[in-house]
């Protein structure tokens, strides 16, 4: 993975939605509030990194493999978000958030959140 692999989501170029982790967008007015959406996922452990995570804890260093596996975890979130976003009729989420939960020993919970929006330019 080269390093913008590791950053946000896909733009709303692609997607027809605009995510943002401010209330507000510079230059546009929100139109409609339509509420709270979000992507949710849990991922299991897997066995080989947690393995080799414990192996780096011993020596030191970044955990690549949980790494990875957490960049894909807040992508798939993201994207479930955005679906949710779409299929409700908006064209923004504000205030994005994530939320990360241990859940138990099965894995790990990723919840993307945010308020779904329709935004319109202020300049209309």
Same mark, same amino acid.
């Given at each position: ?6 950053? $946000?989501?896909?733009?709303? !170029? ?16 929100? !139109?409609?509030?339509? $509420? ?11 066995? $080989? ?15 690549? $493999? ?5 960049? !894909? ?5 993201? !994207? ?45």
């Amino acid at each position: 993975m080269g390093i913008e692999d590791y950053g $946000g989501g896909p733009g709303a !170029e692609q997607t027809g939605v605009l995510v943002v982790t401010t209330n507000d967008v510079p230059g546009y007015r929100v !139109e409609q509030v339509i $509420g709270e959406v979000f992507g949710l996922t849990v991922r299991s452990r897997n066995l $080989g990194s947690q393995i080799g995570a414990g192996l780096k804890s011993v020596i030191g260093g970044e955990l690549k $493999g949980l790494t990875k596996t957490l960049v !894909e975890t807040r992508n798939q979130a993201m !994207e479930r978000l955005i679906d949710q976003a779409k299929s409700r009729g908006a064209n923004a989420v504000l205030m994005m958030r994530f939320d990360v939960t241990d859940a138990g020993s099965v894995g790990t919970e990723v919840c993307a959140y945010g308020t779904a929006v329709v935004l319109a330019s202020a300049a209309t």
